[in-house]
């Protein structure tokens, strides 16, 4: 189909009065992009993606991102114009309680938005992730007889984005990965919030992405045949590269109060708004679409629904000669797992390892029930051990690798992993130190926001560390990510906790998982029956040694210092309740029954113990209860001294305890 410009010209018309008139209506917003990047939307929406909008997760549809989110209506214009479940009322209520159409794009809450963005820079590594996960399902999934995905992935950023370090990791992996399914629209306007570019940049950005490895194209961002031709030419890259499209455009174009300024980055152009109406040729009123408009789109529509139907024989096609891969698509796409338990063996009694590598023993096993996990590290496999063997590695020669190597790039993983998580097929897994986990802690956090079954296994977790000293021993860590809604963090004590802890992680489909897990060795609590233990993780809290008198003491804790609650309560007599709370958000879910059979309200003598600060563990002591914490930076020294010197030792809750 040719490209029908004057049609196009008056969607991009129609577009931005949607955005002038929601921007007005709710008084606040970001008018720039979606008036500045009209003729971009235009082409995609109007042309050339891949997509169906009745069908706004097809599996083989175009993914278009919206990295700079803050542009949201740029996005919820052209997802209404092409027919997608976004009403013009859901464009009215623009930024109102209960809309579909939030301040921000936000992933479940919108039909065809594929990420959650808004911080800005992650949806350049969503982007990444989706690229990633886009050629594994190429290779692991399609068949010489049928191609089920061929599909490319659209991401649309600005100034800010690319200013975000997190693009930047993404920009340089994406490149060395030749992922030239991923193509990224530039949008150079010269212009960030508070001031015109050069104030804050000056660096020549189409020469650095030529200097990353991509393609790199420069476009008048509001001549549409341009962009089309560019984007087809990108799409059509037989380079092995990212494509890389500057697109020059007018910030605010269509408000010439403001075009071309920062002022026109937010809502300082409203009250121009009646008069850029008029320059554009927009009646009188608000939320105007022409009749023209529509019916260009349900025409449209139509071609798009019949592309997909031919695509669809292709896929019922495939299903029929490929039942066992169709069943583990199948199975992806409904969020079904197997019973993990249940294919994990138990530990040698006599194991006396790091949890770290009773992790590693126990990836393998989940591994195998689940062909589409996938496990990543940021250059620390040799010490994150969450390398699943036989997997092979994920590079530009083998697509097809379950192992994936992202550098250095603690931010761009968790971006990325997020990416693959929207896409919803393979189920992602990376690892790097707990300590560094401030790299990727945005990332993290939109994956809770997100709900995205995202599993970090991330290793190194206290002062136990040791020698490397306190830059590399978390002591608040642990409490800062206990604090983010929506993220079970997980800290086990001992390899069987540590499996259930594994279940736990790739079980749970409604948001990410924290594996905490320590360097050095740990004794296996043998006392605790190993079922106990096991399924004590999926709950997040259970009694590990029941008092044999009257209750008196209730000790708690968590991971590597239970040992020392269970010394202590040894000391302390037979009224000593020992507690083991690895996961603090699934003990709270857990029934008020549940709770109260664990730590009975009535018993007010509480001791916690765990290698980092106090302060998540008031909530479980009380006000009458102590803490065993460490609520100071470390030391370097071997492990077990730093241990020891911090307090983390039996007889510090002894103490404790006696002085109830």
């Not at 804050?200 to 992405?209: G, L, N, P, R, V």
């Not at 007018?250 to 708004?273: D, M, Q, R, Y």
Request: glycine share 10%; aromatic share 8%; proline share 5%.
């Amino acid at each position: 189909m040719s490209l029908n410009i004057p049609a196009l010209e008056i969607a991009a018309r129609d577009a931005r009065g949607l955005a002038m008139d929601a921007v007005a209506a709710c008084k606040s917003g970001h008018l720039g992009l979606p008036l500045g990047a009209a003729e971009i939307g235009a082409v995609l929406y109007g042309h050339a993606l891949s997509i169906n909008p009745d069908e706004p997760r097809w599996l083989n549809r175009d993914r278009f991102i919206l990295s700079a989110g803050h542009g949201s209506m740029f996005l919820y214009s052209w997802l209404h114009l092409a027919g997608f479940g976004v009403s013009l009322e859901d464009v009215k209520s623009f930024r109102k309680l209960h809309s579909i159409t939030p301040g921000h794009p936000e992933f479940h809450e919108t039909p065809g938005v594929e990420s959650t963005t808004g911080p800005l820079g992650q949806g350049v590594s969503n982007g990444l992730g989706y690229a990633i996960s886009a050629k594994m399902c190429e290779a692991h999934f399609n068949t010489g007889e049928h191609k089920i995905f061929d599909h490319h992935v659209v991401v649309l950023a600005g100034d800010g984005c690319l200013q975000e370090g997190v693009a930047q990791e993404a920009s340089a992996l994406a490149a060395h990965l030749g992922l030239d399914n991923l193509i990224l629209f530039y949008d150079s306007n010269n212009v960030t919030l508070d001031a015109l570019a050069p104030v804050s940049q000056s660096e020549d950005t189409a020469a650095k992405y030529r200097a990353y490895g991509w393609d790199v194209y420069e476009i008048d961002g509001h001549n549409f045949l341009e962009i089309l031709e560019t984007f087809e030419k990108a799409k059509a890259a037989t380079s092995g590269k990212p494509q890389f499209i500057v697109a020059k455009t007018l910030i605010g174009k269509g408000i010439p109060e403001v075009s071309g300024t920062n002022k026109a980055h937010g809502e300082a152009g409203v009250k121009f708004i009646a008069e850029a109406r008029k320059g554009l040729g927009l009646p009188e009123g608000s939320f105007f679409v022409a009749e023209e408009t529509r019916t260009y789109f349900a025409q449209l529509k139509e071609t798009r629904k019949a592309a997909y139907n031919e695509w669809v024989k292709t896929y019922e096609a495939w299903r029929e000669g490929n039942k066992d891969l169709a069943a583990q698509l199948d199975a992806a796409l409904e969020g079904k797992t197997p019973d993990l338990l249940s294919v994990i063996p138990e530990f040698d009694p006599a194991s006396n390892i790091a949890t770290r590598k009773a992790g590693s023993d126990v990836l393998q096993p989940i591994a195998q029930a689940m062909p589409l996990v996938i496990s990543g590290s940021a250059d620390l496999h040799g010490s994150t051990l969450n390398y699943i063997k036989d997997g092979g590695d994920f590079s530009r020669q083998n697509r097809e690798g379950r192992n994936l190597h992202f550098g250095i790039r603690e931010h761009a993983m968790c971006g990325l992993l997020n990416g693959i998580a929207y896409d919803g097929i393979f189920r992602p897994s990376g690892a790097t130190f707990l300590v560094f986990s401030d790299y990727g802690r945005p990332s993290i956090r939109v994956a809770a926001l997100s709900k995205l079954p995202v599993v970090y296994i991330f290793t190194h977790d206290s002062v136990g560390v040791g020698e490397d000293g306190p830059t590399h021993e978390p002591v608040e860590t642990v409490a800062a990510l206990r604090a983010i809604p929506g993220l079970d963090v997980i800290r086990p004590a001992d390899p069987e906790e540590t499996a259930g802890a594994f279940a736990a992680a790739f079980e749970n489909l409604h948001g990410p998982t924290m594996l905490i897990l320590s360097r050095q060795n740990l004794p296996t609590l043998n006392e605790i029956p190993v079922k106990t233990r096991r399924e004590g993780v999926l709950k997040g809290g259970y009694i590990a040694r029941k008092e044999t008198a009257e209750l008196e003491y209730i000790l708690l804790s968590t991971g590597s210092e239970l040992q020392h609650a269970l010394k202590a309560a040894d000391e302390l007599g037979a009224g000593t309740r020992v507690v083991s709370l690895p996961s603090f958000s699934r003990f709270d879910a857990q029934s008020d029954e549940y709770k109260e059979s664990v730590l009975p309200k009535a018993v007010r003598k509480r001791v916690s113990i765990e290698a980092g600060i106090s302060q998540p563990w008031f909530k479980y002591v009380g006000l009458d209860g102590k803490t065993v914490a460490i609520d100071r930076f470390g030391l370097s020294a071997p492990g077990a001294t730093v241990m020891e010197l911090l307090g983390m030792t039996a007889a510090k809750v002894v103490e404790a305890a006696k002085s109830l």
